[in-house]
């Protein structure tokens, strides 16, 4: 009797630079006791240290910056905003879906679930400076939209404002690995640049519950824009 075709065992491939960068790059922030605040080594630094290539550190900073936890800032360097370890929790995201509408779905049922909590503690914690940063963020994001028809930046700024206005950091750590895995899936779906322009009105009457404090209607003024998100992505994937 032929016994059956076994599957072939291959080499495995070498370790992808850009997660050892990422492993290295941590273990020295923990070591080198790096506090919120101060700079990382210059780009060239890491480079000539770990002899990679300039493109595997800004790839590496990049995943740092959507992780939310070190900033760049123009003519001035990186600098940490979270202490950081070997040890630190990062979630790589994938989605294994044939169609744009499928994966959009998906990941709505995500956000839903995050954002309506997240919407509803910022309503209980904001204090009056967090009012005033989210209100900052949400004049710019109208201002942006009546102008041009779209926000996409803006729109982010604002629900940003909004999770750190919760008081939980991980709520803007989540959202931020949320956006660096599905952005290419959420930056103008469907080719149309009005999706989800109807929930726009919303996004001020879901402040004004957070700054009634007012978790219930944040709750609320939070599905209404979840609903229009997903009434657009099954209209506009006919």
Do not use: C
């Not at 744009?100 to 839903?112: H, P, S």
């Not at 997240?118 to 204090?127: D, E, K, Q, S």
């Not at 956006?179 to 080719?191: C, L």
């Amino acid at each position: 009797m032929n016994e059956p075709a076994r599957a072939a065992l291959m080499p495995l491939p070498p370790a992808d630079r850009a997660q050892q960068v990422i492993a290295a790059l941590a273990d020295y922030i923990e070591q080198s006791g790096l506090k919120p605040g101060e700079r990382l080594p210059a780009e060239r630094e890491l480079m000539t240290a770990l002899a990679v290539g300039r493109s595997t550190i800004r790839e590496v900073i990049r995943h740092f910056q959507a992780l939310g936890v070190v900033e760049a800032r123009k003519g001035s360097g990186t600098y940490l905003l979270r202490t950081i370890s070997g040890a630190t929790v990062h979630m790589p995201l994938t989605l294994d879906a044939a169609h744009l509408r499928d994966v959009l779905l998906m990941t709505l049922e995500v956000r839903r679930g995050i954002e309506v909590e997240a919407n509803m503690v910022a309503a209980r914690r904001r204090t009056e400076d967090d009012l005033k940063v989210i209100e900052i963020r949400l004049n710019e994001m109208e201002r942006v939209h009546i102008a041009k028809g779209t926000s996409g930046p803006e729109d982010l700024a604002f629900h940003l404002a909004i999770y750190d206005a919760t008081h939980n950091p991980l709520f803007r750590q989540l959202l931020e690995q949320m956006r660096e895995a599905f952005e290419r899936f959420w930056d103008h779906p469907f080719d149309r640049t009005d999706f989800a322009r109807r929930s726009f009105p919303f996004h001020r009457t879901l402040f004004n519950a957070i700054a009634a404090q007012d978790p219930e209607t944040a709750r609320e003024e939070t599905l209404k824009i979840l609903a229009i998100v997903e009434e657009d992505i099954k209209e506009m994937s006919k």
